[in-house]
């Protein structure tokens, strides 16, 4: 397909892109960076993506390794219930979230008025402007940086995944047998730490743009501040709706993050309506068996289930609702705020020095046990 050898020659053109760019040293707009304490927010003009994984393959090149390897024996988890979660022995997987692997790229054939389109969606963490993965913490460990990145410290992380659950795309992924439970009270609290795509914070704060958004050859992502951004989509979503023969006030069918969970800074804009994206998604995810996706890392060595929509670590793409509106979720996030105050200085307080994670970890004995979604 002369698409695939369009993606196979492009990753090759991306990561020579991707060495250069870096050595280039490309920092975030001037604008951007005199305007501390207001949000960014990235536009995906998905007509422009040709799949190259360029976007992935840099992010597991600069963050993979500031996931520490897990401890060997793995302590059991606590309550019992709780599954380990182990993928230090398939860091390989790139065709969907791990805590190794924080981008992945769903590759997309559909059809959509009578022709045969493809359609290529980079996926990670949205950003959201109220997350429920950081408010809803009972440990304090998810926090939002006054530039709307959303962080969750593994230094506090106890590995609990209420992040995860609340997360309307479950996004966070867990490793189990790292962090500072291991320190604190491995046989009565903890599982692990979750990890998530951060937006390369650490580059970030000095003024580095992220890395997926630095390498691509086609220039798919534009970060930015939040309201021209926004406009910016709008602009974007209009011409597509335009394209596609649309109503002109049908524009918001081409995008998606602007509504979505009340509000994300990660907005997409797609040639086609999100509601036709949705449903090859879904499509994708029921009849491909796990692990042998059209993504290039042919993992399939993640059991025999077939994938559902919303396949663990690979997120669905239709409509969610705002987890923070319902009454039992804001009540929670008040009860909880101070107590995750408190929880976080005791991890702090507590646990030992963890490496920080713009740096690469500690080399730790690897662990026998398998992994799992
Ligand atoms: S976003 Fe850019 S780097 Fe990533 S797959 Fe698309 S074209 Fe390639
Ligand atoms: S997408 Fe999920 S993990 Fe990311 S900020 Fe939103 S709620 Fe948190
Ligand atoms: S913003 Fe950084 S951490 Fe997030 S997916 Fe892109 S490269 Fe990875």
């Known amino acids: 397909m002369a698409q695939a050898i369009?993606?196979?020659?492009?990753?090759?053109g991306g990561l020579a892109t991707a060495a250069g760019v870096a050595a280039s040293g490309?920092?975030?707009p001037q604008a951007v960076r005199a305007a501390g304490g207001q949000e960014l927010c990235t536009v995906l003009d998905l007509s422009k993506c040709i799949g190259c994984e360029a976007c992935v393959d840099a992010c597991r090149e600069t963050w993979q390794a500031t996931?520490?390897?897990?401890?060997?024996?793995?302590?059991?988890?606590f309550p019992s219930r709780v599954p380990t979660q182990d993928w230090s022995k398939r860091k390989d997987v790139s065709d969907r979230l791990t805590p190794y692997n924080f981008l992945y790229v769903e590759h997309l054939d559909f059809e959509h008025k009578g022709q045969a389109l493809e359609l290529h969606v980079p996926r990670r963490c949205m950003h959201c402007v109220n997350p429920p993965c950081a408010n809803l913490c009972p440990f304090g460990a998810g926090r939002v940086e006054k530039n709307g990145i959303v962080n969750i410290d593994p230094d506090v992380c106890l590995g609990g995944a209420k992040c995860k659950q609340v997360c309307p795309w479950h996004i966070p992924q867990r490793q189990s047998g790292v962090g500072v439970y291991l320190d604190i009270m491995p046989s009565y609290a903890g599982n692990g730490v979750m990890f998530k795509c951060h937006r390369c914070l650490p580059l970030v704060k000095q003024g580095k743009q992220p890395q997926c958004v630095e390498v691509?050859?086609?220039?798919?992502?534009?970060?930015?501040?939040?309201?021209?951004?926004?406009?910016?989509a709008e602009a974007l979503a209009r011409q597509k709706a335009q394209a596609d023969g649309a109503a002109p006030d049908r524009w918001r069918d081409y995008v998606y993050g602007i509504e979505e969970n009340g509000g994300t800074n990660t907005v997409y804009v797609s040639p086609v309506p999100f509601a036709v994206v949705s449903a090859a998604v879904n499509q994708a995810h029921a009849q491909a068996a796990p692990g042998q996706g059209k993504g290039r890392a042919g993992a399939g060595k993640q059991g025999g289930k077939r994938r559902k929509a919303g396949f663990a670590g690979r997120p669905p793409m239709g409509p969610v609702n705002n987890t923070m509106e319902s009454a039992e979720n804001l009540t929670a996030a008040?009860?909880?705020?101070?107590?995750?105050?408190?929880?976080?200085?005791?991890t702090r307080l507590f646990g030992k020095k963890q490496p920080p994670s713009d740096q690469p970890p500690?080399?730790?004995?690897?662990?026998e046990q398998g992994g799992q979604s």
Do not use: W, Y
Request: aromatic content about 4%.
């Open 334 to 346: 008040l009860v909880l705020a101070p107590l995750a105050g408190l929880a976080a200085g005791f």
């Open 26 to 28: 490309v920092v975030l």
């Open 6 to 12: 369009s993606r196979r020659n492009f990753l090759r």
């Open 362 to 367: 500690q080399e730790q004995p690897p662990s």
């Open 67 to 77: 996931v520490p390897d897990p401890v060997n024996p793995m302590p059991k988890p």
């Open 216 to 232: 691509c050859p086609e220039h798919v992502q534009t970060i930015g501040l939040r309201p021209q951004m926004l406009a910016q």
